[in-house]
């Protein structure tokens, strides 16, 4: 498994890319699990983060549960997925919420949820092909990429975000263009003795906001 940023626990299995006119070269370093023990995963959802005043109660209640359940089992290893971190579109919160997190000292994988684009980032832009991504913007930077997968535990997973902005202050619920292609190429590669988990943080539910509502 890679490495744990020191600063928010998140796997440092990922870079930025820049022009796709170079070549570029990335190198990741791994480290060997331990295979003794059994895993836990703990499901964590909208931690609701608008103010410093809730991201207090979010390290002083969530993360100290977290880190109480942990502590009362030492004979598991821990994990956390996080489906819609939800900002209340206070994008300036990301920082604050991301040293929180490196008090679990465990590894934490996010899924982006339709509350975590920038909506002010998207109003900004006039251009309907760089809308939806200034919307990932500051989620990128601190968090990590909105489309990917992981083995772990004996099973594969698979994140993948939901929401697309297709104007200013609108999005609809589906799936990215690629996404279908994506998951195709990749079950051949995916060993047959691993289960295939989805997380896919949107409304299941055809609603209001199936119409970009909210």
Known sequence: MAPLKAESGIP?????????ETTQTCDFTLEKLDGSKPWVMLAVGDPQVKNNEQVGYFREEGIADMRKLM???????????????????????YDAYVKSLSELGIPLFHIIGNHDHDKNAVDAVDEPELQDPAADDDYESFIGPTYYSFDLAGMHFLDARQCVHV?????????????PDRMDQKRPRISPQKQEIGGLPAHRHPSAHEQGVG
């Open 167 to 179: 104007e200013k202050g609108r999005y609809v619920r589906k799936e990215t263009h690629r996404q």
């Open 12 to 20: 440092d299995f990922f870079r930025a890319l820049g022009s796709f």
């Open 71 to 93: 502590a009362a089992d030492a004979s598991k290893r821990y994990f956390a997925r996080y489906w819609v971190i939800w900002f209340y579109d206070q994008m300036g919160m």
